[in-house]
């Protein structure tokens, strides 16, 4: 039967420092908020470690009381001490705590083709949306540059909308990254918008698409490169978001794979 717990109790503290990079990495556990992602992390077999929601939520929600009901430590929280948990201004009242899983590197990047690697893409909703574009295209592996987001950071589990619960997740520098692709013989395509036109790449064999960050580009990455390619636009655009330009390039790579199902239309961009 779900607990209730005083404003200051040490489960609270602890689940408030997973709002900060060092409090996840010191804990080796993240925290997301909500019954959608709630339900996405049961679907895709997420152990939930602990479970924190105000009395009205707990109520509300089936899924809270069935997570309780099997035995997953299950707290009441008044509003105020979940407001403090919590990562955004109007909390749903629901914040759940579940181990962080990354994949060892080399592993990875055995996994398939495409790879996706975020080049230290900075903003965490570019990263959130293209882990669900990778999620959406057949993606089976996303590595993060060290330098970039943190993959379990609040914003970024948010914006994947539950594609960080199915996707193999790795951290890696350039110097790890390309001996590793080179003995997985991954071919390593960079996105920028001085490269070759997309559409006359013919995404063979197994490849890792590389994204850059949304100002600097490729950087230190694109020597990793075997070719870098661009999606032309009208003479008027400027540029494209890191998330819509990486999005774009997966749904060709998934494509040319014929990894969207036969029969059907293919996927949009949003789901």
Not at 219 to 248: D, F, K, N, Q, Y
Request: charge should be positive.
């Amino acid at each position: 039967m779900a607990t209730r717990l005083g404003s200051h109790a040490q489960r609270l503290v602890k689940a408030r420092a997973l709002r900060s990079v060092k409090g996840r990495s010191e804990q080796k556990r993240f925290a997301f908020e909500g019954p959608t992602l709630l339900d996405e992390a049961r679907a895709s077999d997420v152990a939930v470690e602990e479970l924190f929601a105000t009395q009205v939520a707990y109520e509300a929600t089936p899924l809270v009381r069935e997570y309780d009901a099997s035995g997953t430590p299950t707290f009441i929280v008044t509003t105020q001490a979940l407001a403090a948990i919590s990562d955004v201004a109007t909390p749903s009242g629901i914040v759940a705590v579940a181990p962080i899983r990354l994949s060892g590197l080399e592993k990875l990047l055995r996994l398939g083709t495409p790879i996706l690697v975020l080049a230290d893409i900075g903003d965490p909703a570019n990263a959130g949306t293209l882990l669900r574009s990778a999620d959406a295209f057949g993606c089976p592996g996303v590595v993060f540059g060290r330098l970039g987001v943190d993959p379990y950071s609040p914003k970024v589990v948010r914006g994947a909308m539950g594609a960080i619960f199915r996707l193999a997740v790795s951290v890696a520098g350039p110097a790890e990254l390309q001996p590793a692709a080179a003995a997985a013989g991954l071919t390593l395509l960079g996105l920028a918008a001085h490269g070759q036109p997309l559409a006359g790449e013919r995404w063979d064999g197994a490849v890792a698409l590389v994204v850059g960050h949304e100002r600097h580009g490729l950087g230190v990455w694109e020597p990793l490169c075997r070719r870098v390619l661009a999606i032309p636009m009208a003479p008027s655009a400027e540029s494209l978001s890191a998330a819509v330009a990486g999005s774009i390039a997966l749904y060709e790579a998934a494509r040319n794979a014929q990894k969207l199902g036969p029969g059907r239309p293919p996927p949009g961009l949003v789901k």
